[in-house]
């Protein structure tokens, strides 16, 4: 009876310890969260703001807080140069205190198509920890929007043209050499 009653007592153990731990994990020192777009399917050349809220969850202030745009092209499985997306330009966050979240908007244009996942980080020049958003899927289609009566009025025109100058020329040249 008394061995039941230690490896119950163990078992609930376990369930307290482990829940406490989940909690931390759930929570971090600072959250960062992207509020929109929740995702973006579109062609290049769309330009969009995304929006993102940093929550200091500690009891002091964090100061000098960097917040930036990070993407994965997972197509070609590497990281995207946000130079190419206008997106390489941080926001700065001077002091964000105990409990305070504030909005962060960061400008990007899409330009290669492929699908990625855009992250928003955030990091402190006082910390060596970095903090990351949930990606956020993002698709650039290619521009396939071809009009077949375009297509096939010019692969049948085209040669049709062709074929008349040649015609012409051959004619002209025929008369040429009988007169």
């Known amino acids: 009876m008394l061995k039941k009653a230690g490896i119950v007592l163990a078992i609930l153990l376990g369930f307290v310890v482990t829940g406490q731990n989940t909690f931390a994990m759930e929570q971090p020192n600072v959250e960062v969260k992207v509020i929109s777009p929740n995702q973006v399917k579109d062609y290049p050349g769309k330009e ?13 202030s964090i100061k000098d807080l960097v917040v930036y745009i990070t993407m994965a092209d997972m197509g070609k499985k590497w990281t995207v140069n946000l130079e190419d997306y206008s997106a390489d330009k941080p926001e700065q966050v001077k002091e964000l205190k105990p409990g305070e979240t504030k909005e962060i908007s960061l400008p990007i244009r899409f330009v290669y198509t492929s699908n990625y996942y855009l992250y928003v980080t955030a990091a402190s020049a006082h910390s060596l920890d970095i903090y990351s958003s949930n990606g956020i899927p993002i698709e650039i289609m290619g ?13 049948i025109g ?6 008349v100058f040649v015609v012409l020329n051959f004619t002209k040249n025929r008369r040429k050499r009988v007169a």
């Open 143 to 155: 521009n396939t929007k071809i009009d077949p009566t375009i297509i096939q009025v010019v692969s």
């Open 48 to 60: 969009t703001t995304v929006k993102a809220q940093v929550t200091n969850h500690t009891n002091q």
């Open 158 to 163: 085209t040669p049709l043209i062709i074929l």
